[in-house]
Structures are given as C-alpha cells and as structure tokens.
C-alpha cells in the first residue's frame, strides 16, 4: 500500500500535468483568437485598399486638383465636424489624415531622416518621392515678420498653399453658402479662409491675406497678426499626415474602419 507521501507526490505531478496542459488549452486559444483578429483586420484593410484611388504618375501636389478625390464626403464630414462642436484645426487634422492615407493607393507624402518624402510620380511600378524640408512644405519660418523678397518667395512657393488649392478650397467652396456654414463664427472662418491663402480672402484690419502678395510691407502686417492662426493650421496639418490611428482625436468611424 502506498504511503501518504506517495500520495502526495503523485497528486503534486498530476497537478502539474494539469496546469501544463491548461496553459497549452490557454495558449492555444489565444493563438486561435489573434490568429482571427489578425486576419478579420487584413480583411478590412483590404476593402479599404479596395476603395481608395490610383494615384496619378506626377507630383502629388505640383499638378492639377484631382477630381476623383472624394470631395463629397470631404464636405459631409466637415458639417459633422461642426455639428459636434470641434475645432476647424481639428478638421484640418482629420483632412490632412484622409487625404495621405485614405485617398490614393499610394502614400502621398512620408518622413524620414528628418525630411519630408513627396511623391512625384512612379518609375515602373515603384514610387519616386523627392525630399522637402519642413520649411519648404509649410513655408513656415521662426519670424515675426519678413524682412527679405527671398522669405515671401518662400512663404508664397511652399506646398502647404498647392494642398490647401487642391482640397481645402475646394470642400469650402462647395458649402460656403449654405445657411450652417454662414453661420459659423470666426473661430471656424478664420483659420478656413487663411488656409486657404489668397483663395480665402481674409480680410484683417483693412488688409486682405494673400499668400502671393509682394508688398513686403503689407506682408509682414498680414503675417504678424495671422501667424498664430498659421501656426495653428500647420500643426494640424502634419500631425494629421503622420498622425497614429490610435492618438487620432476622431471616432474610430470617422477613419473609415
């Protein structure tokens, strides 16, 4: 008859046989479950693949405005922004986002070592991509007011202004008069109209922004009382380029998952 430790050594080794197998049941299930989320995500990245445009072999922004992008929906979500008492900076944002990584099926613009990677067309099937300085994207500079021609040819070349022509004005120009858009106060028509540059017609203190203007005087006038508000668009403008889906400050629909 066995003893009562050989019990207890026997009950011992069956309990961790037990909890070995347990943990294999566990793992196993586990396994099964990312196994499936993994695969019902690639479906769904598939379809929105799917669904996304060929974008055009030139530069992605030293073209023409491209008529297939969805400018509709673009205008819908604008509204819904509205509706829900967020900011035009965070529409900028949401744009920004749409545009490089909802609309065409190839990234537009991408990052790395310190400069911005524009698409300019495609050799075969590969994209080609020039570097631009953040500087010469957005036109911004740590100034308070231009003091040389050669900063208002900056100012007026960067890409930032070709973006806004071939999105923004566009989704404005199409609500523009209706009775919710009127409606809006200056916290939503300032920064629209001064994104969109000389197309906006911004009227401050007497002055007319426009991005293109030469007079170096009047520029720097228009520029020191609209460079917060600039600011402002910039930021929203890159983080919405680069932004992480999971940092994104919109419902997870509103990314068209």
């Known amino acids: 008859m066995p003893s009562n430790e050989d019990v207890l050594l026997a009950i011992s080794k069956l309990s961790e046989q037990v909890h070995r197998i347990a943990d294999a049941l566990e793992k196993q299930q586990l396994r ?64 920004a986002w749409a545009w490089n990584h909802n609309t065409y099926n190839v990234i537009p613009i991408t990052r790395s070592g310190g400069y911005f990677h524009v698409f300019i067309g495609l050799s075969g099937k590969s994209p080609l991509r020039s570097k631009y300085s953040e500087r010469d994207v957005t036109g911004h500079m740590r100034v308070t007011r231009f003091q040389k021609p050669e900063q208002l040819d900056t100012f007026a070349e960067a890409l930032w202004w070709k973006w806004t022509f071939a999105t923004l004005c566009r989704i404005v120009s199409d609500c523009e008069d209706e009775p919710w858009f009127k409606a809006l106060g200056d916290n939503w028509h300032r920064p629209l109209k001064v994104a969109m540059g000389g197309f906006g017609m911004y009227e401050i203190k007497g002055i007319v922004f426009d991005h293109t203007e030469r007079d170096l005087n009047n520029q720097s006038k228009a520029y020191g009382l609209l460079r917060p508000t600039l600011t402002m668009c910039w930021s929203s403008f890159l983080k919405g380029l680069f932004v992480r889906r999971n940092r994104f400050s919109v419902r997870r629909n509103d990314l068209n998952e």
């Open 32 to 95: 099964k479950e990312y196994q499936a989320a993994y695969y019902k995500k690639r479906k769904v990245a598939k379809k929105v693949a799917l669904n996304r445009i060929e974008i055009r072999d030139m530069h992605c922004l030293e073209c023409a405005r491209d008529p297939r992008m969805p400018f509709e929906m673009w205008t819908e979500r604008l509204e819904q922004f509205v509706k829900e008492g967020r900011s035009a900076y965070n529409y900028i944002c949401w744009l």
